[in-house]
């Protein structure tokens, strides 16, 4: 990203911090979350944003995410730290204990409950914000890298609509 200048290089550490902030998201919700079908639909949709991260650093270079900017699309508070409903203990995610410090409760106290429906709200919002974003990076780029930014948001797009796909499914 060093070698590009200007509006495209900011352009792309935004582009590439959406997918960046994506990916982390998804990888914290996958941790905190209790329900075995929100955690296979945040593992899914991670993959997704690792394979989208791959894409881009193709044309961003490695190093890019080290560069991103952050558009705050994802929910981020939601995911980063856990409580334990026991003692109300505060812990990051990462870093979860495999037990509370505090009162000694079992690592299931700090797990969140957010509904499969909520899962399929947030991804089809991030998604529709990230297109936003890469649809706008990708109209400062030129060549290779306008062409997998436009691809990137036709995929943040599909995403979307299969996010809505699935809340119709749920709720019918």
């Not at 558009?71 to 334990?84: F, H, L, N, R, S």
């Not at 890298?145 to 948001?153: G, I, M, S």
Request: proline content about 3%; hydrophobic content about 45%.
């Amino acid at each position: 990203m060093t070698s590009k200048g200007g509006k495209e290089s900011d352009a792309l550490a935004r582009a590439v911090g959406a997918i960046v902030e994506g990916l982390r998201f998804y990888d914290l919700a996958n941790a905190a979350v209790a329900e075995v079908r929100v955690k296979v639909a945040f593992e899914e949709l991670g993959r997704r944003k690792r394979d989208q991260l791959s894409k881009l650093e193709s044309v961003a270079g490695p190093t890019a995410k080290d560069a991103a900017v952050m558009p705050g699309i994802y929910p981020m508070d939601a995911v980063a730290k856990v409580e334990c409903y026991v003692c109300g203990y505060v812990a990051e995610t990462k870093a979860m204990p495999s037990q509370c410090p505090n009162c000694g409760a079992a690592r299931y106290a700090f797990e969140k409950e957010i509904a499969l429906t909520k899962a399929w709200e947030i991804a089809a919002d991030a998604d529709r914000k990230s297109a936003v974003v890469l649809h706008a990076s990708a109209s400062t780029a030129q060549g290779r890298t306008r062409d997998v930014l436009e691809a990137l948001a036709r995929e943040e797009e599909a995403g979307a609509d299969e996010a809505v796909k699935q809340l119709a499914e749920l709720r019918a």
